[in-house]
């Protein structure tokens, strides 16, 4: 047995307690593991309730004291939870906190939304909203910042993703044109930054996108 459920222990529990242990440590002996590593043993039988459980978990720890993944690259994992996964999921992403982006500037009104794994920023793609749509991609969200014609913006300008509970990487992936950042300056074609929060980035004439910690 990996793990022993005691009589005040559901199983469920301690996987759970396991794996935040894991990710808070900082012990390269603490091998990180995944709500996979837990289901896929024998020995650990879940019921389905559980398991849900335990895999919105990985997401809230892998937010608090990890890598920051999206719900659309845990969902992908775990199709044969669907649809019960993606409620909780949603519900987990309230919890957890994520940086809200948001669109100032002369455009139509964009309701905030929270940065939630990988954020792609560009110009039209052909089947994509016009401006300033979202798309859902498998790692995260898609932003359309720009109409297709627009010739300041690329089709994918920036891939932004958070890094640390105070820090984002903006790359810019475009390869002749830069980035302005408030405070920061100038994220050359093909490079990258990490910037403190709140973040400020001109992206288009005279829009900027914002992201700021929830409150």
């Not at 996987?15 to 709500?35: G, M, P, V, Y």
Request: net charge negative; with cysteine.
């Amino acid at each position: 047995m990996l793990l022993q459920a005691g009589e005040d222990s559901s199983l469920s529990e301690l996987c759970q307690i396991d794996l935040e242990r894991r990710w808070r440590s900082t012990e390269a002996s603490d091998k990180k593991r995944f709500s996979h590593d837990y289901l896929c043993l024998p020995e650990v039988l879940l019921n389905r309730a559980d398991a849900i459980a335990l895999i919105c978990w990985e997401y809230h720890v892998r937010n608090r004291w990890g890598d920051f993944p999206g719900t659309r690259s845990i969902l992908a994992q775990w199709p044969q939870y669907l649809p019960e996964v993606e409620v909780a999921l949603s519900n987990a992403l309230e919890e957890v906190g994520r940086p809200v982006v948001s669109l100032s500037g002369d455009h139509g009104l964009l309701v905030p939304f929270p940065l939630d794994g990988q954020l792609d920023v560009g110009r039209q793609r052909p089947g994509d909203p016009p401006p300033y749509g979202l798309v859902s991609t498998p790692g995260g969200i898609r932003l359309i910042v720009a109409a297709a014609l627009g010739p300041s913006i690329s089709r994918q300008q920036l891939l932004i993703h958070q890094t640390s509970e105070s820090v984002i990487t903006v790359a810019n992936t475009r390869r002749n044109r830069a980035i302005a950042v408030a405070g920061l300056g100038a994220i050359d074609a093909g490079s990258s930054a990490n910037c403190q929060f709140p973040v400020r980035i001109h992206v288009a004439r005279a829009t900027f996108l914002c992201i700021d910690r929830s409150e």
